[in-house]
């Protein structure tokens, strides 16, 4: 493609200039306001300018792409909610031995997930969870971290899904998930192992603490936690409630009536001895109950008889035990809605478990779909609307955490990228490499490699995808 007119390529250089600018810095101090305004204002730039007409723009964004990251956000927002990295964390942490095991699962587990769940998500989520085990260890967190931020970026490279750049790549190139996968996953296994074994060498000595230290606070900290759980309020603890005679529950019935500041604590320890009699009280039984403290009543009302002291106390008991009876209501039939609710919260919990399966299995099918072939974009947002159906609810909660200034954010560079390379400036440096970076042989390989590795972090990966994707598809 040749070069456009001096003043176009000006212009366009400066609208490109303006996105990536805010792209790279999105806080600068000029124009604090983000990378999605920023991508905004590029592509606008670039059809006010006149280097792309709006045409061209509305031509420019790559549906698919959006589709595809539409659907993928929505996976991972269903798998987050099925507690699928909650597991994953737990991996990190089942029969650790130290730090630098912890270490290394951690270079592995955020390497297969990212390729899998993409590596933005499982950064986000992980690194809860990573913090968590770094704590509870007494060991520095930089490691761990440093860990998750390199593997995940080198195990995404894998999948088309397991970042941005890879969707770019693979939508606009054809190739299919399973020829991305063959072609990449031997150079992302030796990456992913030379990374690990950098990251121990480096970081031996400081992960090398004493076992003795770990072990005690780990298990120092477990003991806090037990704690904590033991001295939590319980009303089962205050059995000793129960133990009170009735004279002395009389006697604090009379003082709670003299004494309104009691009342309060009065009726709080009734409710406490009604819920402990309420436990050993079963629906059935009722009737045997009624018929003992009959029995009882009348046995107290023979023996009070011609003694007025005795009958003085026979009657405090029996008024006891009626304002018991009304005030906390411990009848044996209220114990069967208690009864009910473990039944309840066992179906709930099997309902969940249904639940989680069916994410996980439309998990599966929609990546044993993706490696047969099928259309990525569509099988991505066919199974993400079959969890939304079989989530049978409001969708909204779910569909609120996508990310779609991410989505605007593409929506805006396809535009202001689209508009760049209309400049020519991309043809003229391709046409400027190409004869030195030809495929077949180490040199251009080598070349073509470095050129890339060095745009990637000045002008940011996504954009140096999208203007050599094209070029390097019509060179194979």
């Not at 250089?13 to 990536?20: D, L, M, Q, R, S």
């Not at 023979?302 to 029996?318: H, K, Y």
């Not at 490699?449 to 972090?457: D, E, G, M, T």
């Given at each position: 493609m040749?070069?456009?007119?001096?003043?176009?390529?000006v212009?366009?250089?400066?609208?490109?200039?303006?996105?990536?600018?805010?792209?790279v810095?999105?806080?600068v101090?000029?124009?604090?306001v983000?990378?999605?305004?920023?991508?905004?204002?590029?592509?606008?730039?670039?059809?006010?300018?006149?280097?792309?007409?709006?045409?061209d723009?509305?031509?420019?964004?790559?549906?698919?792409?959006?589709?595809?990251?539409?659907?993928?956000?929505?996976?991972?927002?269903?798998?987050?909610?099925?507690?699928?990295?909650?597991?994953l964390?737990?991996?990190?942490?089942?029969?650790?031995?130290?730090?630098?095991?912890?270490?290394?699962?951690?270079?592995?587990?955020?390497?297969?997930s990212?390729?899998?769940?993409?590596?933005?998500?499982?950064?986000?989520?992980?690194?809860e969870?990573?913090?968590?085990?770094?704590?509870?260890?007494?060991?520095?967190?930089?490691?761990?971290?440093?860990?998750?931020a390199?593997?995940?970026n080198?195990?995404?490279?894998?999948?088309?899904?397991?970042?941005?750049?890879?969707?770019?790549?693979?939508?606009?190139?054809?190739?299919?998930?399973?020829?991305?996968?063959?072609?990449?996953?031997?150079?992302?296994?030796?990456g992913?192992?030379?990374?690990?074994?950098?990251l121990l060498?480096y970081?031996?000595?400081?992960?090398?603490?004493?076992?003795?230290?770990?072990?005690?606070?780990?298990?120092?900290?477990?003991?806090a936690?037990?704690d904590?759980?033991?001295?939590?309020?319980?009303?089962?603890?205050?059995?000793?409630?129960?133990?009170?005679?009735?004279?002395?529950?009389?006697?604090?019935?009379?003082?709670?009536?003299?004494?309104?500041?009691?009342?309060?604590?009065?009726?709080?320890?009734?409710?406490?001895?009604?819920?402990?009699?309420?436990?050993?009280?079963?629906?059935?039984?009722?009737?045997?109950?009624?018929?003992?403290?009959?029995?009882?009543?009348?046995?107290?009302?023979?023996?009070?008889?011609?003694?007025?002291?005795?009958?003085?106390?026979?009657?405090?008991?029996?008024?006891s035990?009626?304002?018991?009876?009304?005030?906390?209501?411990?009848?044996?039939?209220?114990?069967?809605?208690?009864?009910?609710?473990?039944?309840?919260?066992?179906?709930?919990?099997?309902?969940?478990?249904?639940?989680k399966?069916c994410v996980?299995?439309?998990?599966?099918?929609?990546?044993?779909?993706?490696?047969?072939?099928l259309n990525?974009?569509?099988?991505?947002?066919?199974?993400?609307?079959?969890?939304?159906?079989?989530?049978?609810?409001?969708?909204?909660?779910?569909?609120?955490?996508?990310?779609?200034?991410?989505?605007?954010?593409?929506?805006?560079?396809?535009?202001?990228?689209?508009?760049?390379?209309?400049?020519?400036?991309?043809?003229?440096?391709?046409?400027f490499?190409?004869?030195?970076?030809?495929?077949d042989?180490?040199?251009?390989?080598?070349?073509l490699?470095?050129?890339?590795?060095?745009?990637?972090?000045v002008?940011?990966?996504?954009?140096t995808g999208?203007s050599?994707?094209?070029?390097?598809?019509?060179?194979?």
């Open positions: 040749a070069m456009a007119a001096p003043v176009k390529v212009l366009g250089c400066i609208a490109f200039g303006v996105f990536w600018v805010l792209a810095f999105p806080a101090p000029f124009l604090p983000g990378r999605t305004a920023g991508s905004l204002l590029g592509a606008m730039l670039m059809v006010i300018f006149r280097v792309i007409s709006p045409d723009a509305y031509d420019a964004i790559d549906l698919p792409i959006l589709g595809l990251l539409f659907g993928t956000m929505v996976v991972s927002v269903f798998l987050e909610k099925a507690d699928m990295f909650e597991y964390g737990k991996l990190l942490s089942w029969k650790s031995r130290g730090g630098k095991d912890l270490l290394f699962r951690i270079c592995i587990v955020s390497a297969v990212s390729a899998l769940f993409t590596n933005d998500t499982c950064c986000v989520v992980l690194t969870f990573i913090l968590k085990l770094a704590r509870q260890n007494n060991l520095p967190p930089q490691p761990f971290l440093l860990a998750l390199s593997s995940s080198i195990g995404s490279a894998a999948t088309p899904i397991g970042n941005p750049q890879n969707l770019v790549i693979a939508v606009q190139s054809g190739i299919s998930f399973g020829k991305f996968l063959a072609g990449l996953f031997p150079a992302v296994l030796v992913g192992l030379v990374n690990a074994a950098i060498c970081f031996w000595k400081l992960l090398s603490a004493d076992k003795d230290e770990e072990v005690a606070s780990t298990v120092g900290d477990v003991v936690e037990v904590m759980t033991l001295h939590r309020f319980s009303p089962a603890t205050m059995s000793h409630l129960t133990s009170m005679n009735s004279q002395e529950f009389a006697s604090a019935m009379d003082s709670s009536a003299r004494s309104p500041s009691l009342s309060g604590e009065f009726a709080h320890t009734c409710s406490l001895r009604c819920r402990t009699n309420s436990v050993d009280i079963d629906a059935p039984n009722a009737s045997g109950i009624e018929s003992t403290r009959a029995s009882s009543a009348s046995r107290e009302a023979a023996e009070g008889a011609g003694n007025p002291q005795r009958e003085e106390g026979v009657s405090s008991r029996r008024v035990r009626s304002f018991s009876s009304q005030r906390c209501g411990c009848r044996g039939e209220e114990a069967s809605p208690q009864a009910s609710e473990p039944r309840e919260s066992s179906m709930e919990r099997w309902k969940g478990r249904i639940w399966t996980y299995l439309g998990t599966i099918g929609m990546l044993i779909s993706l490696l047969m072939g990525m974009s569509w099988t991505a947002i066919t199974a993400a609307l079959a969890m939304v159906v079989l989530d049978f609810r409001d969708a909204r909660p779910c569909l609120e955490k996508v990310s779609y200034s991410l989505l605007i954010f593409f929506c805006g560079m396809f535009i202001t990228v689209d508009g760049f390379n209309k400049t020519g400036i991309p043809s003229a440096l391709w046409d490499l190409e004869p030195h970076s030809h495929i042989t180490a040199s251009g390989v080598a070349l490699s470095l050129v890339i590795l060095l745009l990637s972090n002008a940011s990966n996504v954009p999208m050599f994707s094209p070029f390097l598809t019509n060179n194979l």
